[in-house]
């Protein structure tokens, strides 16, 4: 399966500033996702992005707030803007990968936590 | 829309087998995944059923009902190490939503 470095692995960051996550993979994958997990709870896709077109979002996210870029087929930011407290969370990146013959596996990045003070 | 739902906690002793619902309602619907997370990790993937039946894999299997839009994941032979958060994942081929989690604390 694939193998994603995802960073920074952890920040604090002001209210009203934006931070970058990156994700490189080390083989090329056509579909990559955006996730957010607060503390406990589950995961909620935020978006998925594809390679030369435009992020799709999921319902309560827009990409004013979380922007996204996925330049070539193994690396992928997700932007977090103008940050409030409530954005305080861990943001995952996850590739699609085939484990097994009819399997769609989600292998997932080790995940930012961001906290917004 | 999409509906999930899977028990919150889940407690039980080593050595022990305990099962793990999972309901669902998604649109276009292709097969239910489940997952594992460990505190302060990344959720890793369990296993997958897109045909009704039991799926085996090692101490862990997962069964689906399509026209029941039910699943479990079962797990035999409890371990410490199982001790972990275990998410099923309804897909639609490429896209896939995680329910609430059911966090399963094996004792000794």
């Known amino acids: 399966s694939a193998v994603i470095s995802q960073k920074p692995s952890r920040d604090i960051c002001q209210r009203g500033t934006s931070l970058t996550i990156q994700c490189q993979v080390d083989?090329?994958?056509?579909?990559m996702f955006w996730y957010r997990q607060q503390p406990g709870q589950s995961l909620t896709l935020i978006a998925t992005a594809n390679q030369g077109s435009e992020a799709t979002y999921e319902s309560g996210f827009v990409i004013d707030k979380f922007p996204i870029s996925r330049p070539n087929l193994t690396f992928s930011t997700l932007t977090v803007s103008n940050m409030s407290p409530e954005d305080s969370s861990i943001y995952l990146c996850?590739?699609?990968?085939?484990?097994?013959?009819?399997?769609?596996?989600?292998?997932f990045g080790a995940g930012s936590r961001l906290t917004v003070l | 829309g999409q509906s999930l739902e899977q028990p919150s906690e889940v407690t039980a002793v080593e050595g022990a087998i305990v099962q793990i619902n999972c309901t669902y309602q998604?649109?276009?619907?292709?097969?239910l995944s489940w997952y594992q997370q460990h505190d302060g990790g990344a959720p890793t993937f369990l296993s997958y059923?897109?045909?009704?039946g039991l799926e085996e894999t090692g101490r862990f299997s997962s069964f689906l009902s399509r026209s029941d839009s039910y699943g479990y994941l079962l797990l035999q032979e409890l371990q410490m190490k199982d001790s972990a958060s275990y998410f099923c994942a309804p897909g639609n081929f490429n896209k896939f939503y995680f329910g609430s989690g059911t966090k399963l604390n094996v004792k000794p």
């Open positions: 083989s090329q994958v056509t579909m």
């Open positions: 996850s590739v699609l990968s085939g484990a097994r013959s009819g399997a769609n596996v989600l292998t």
């Open positions: 998604t649109s276009g619907f292709y097969g």
């Open positions: 059923n897109a045909l009704d």
